[in-house]
């Protein structure tokens, strides 16, 4: 598993979360590398955790996309009968990670999200969850985890913001957050096993 030098991840730290230099150090001790994991064991925020961890200093891209791609899944789970090209976006971004399909091939896949119709999904919680496939299937690594994560806690805020829910926005917001972590500490051990 990759390692971060300490100074990298106190910079993070400090710039992601506002945290002044005897907070960090507080948080980071006299350790000097870092992992994902170590990260993920810290004492903050899941928002943070992510912040810091979805980056290919401290994941491979391949992590990142796969990462990317259980965040979608995740969200299409919550939503009954969603758009099917939206999970064949996602399966043809996990083909294209194995060689097994082209660039334009995923291309097209992306584009046939794109043009998905919404069907029995809200309006505003279809362009969230449209977002976050076609995120997911396109941008870069980086971009593609965390803006996917951003999306799909973006997608539970809304759907929380609906009449029908009795949870708070951001409690939904942090919720979301909080089990992509875990997702991500679930795939953390399987790619160790």
Known sequence: ?????????????????NRTEEKVYELTGSKTEWSAFDILALDIPAEGKLDIVLH???LS?????????????KVLSKIDNPPPRYSAAINAKREWLQGKISGRALDAARDAAEEAE??????????????LVLCVTGFTAEEAARDGAWYASQ???IACR?????VPGDAAWDAARIEQVDILSELLNEELC
């Open 1 to 17: 598993m990759k390692t971060v030098a300490i100074e990298q991840v106190k910079k993070t730290i400090k710039f992601e979360l």
């Open 56 to 58: 290919v200093e401290f």
């Open 61 to 73: 891209k391949m992590l990142l996309h796969e990462i990317a791609c259980r965040y979608g899944e």
């Open 118 to 131: 919404w069907g029995t999904i809200r309006p505003i919680t279809w362009g969230c969850v449209q977002s």
């Open 155 to 157: 997608a539970a805020w």
């Open 162 to 166: 609906s009449k029908t829910s009795s």
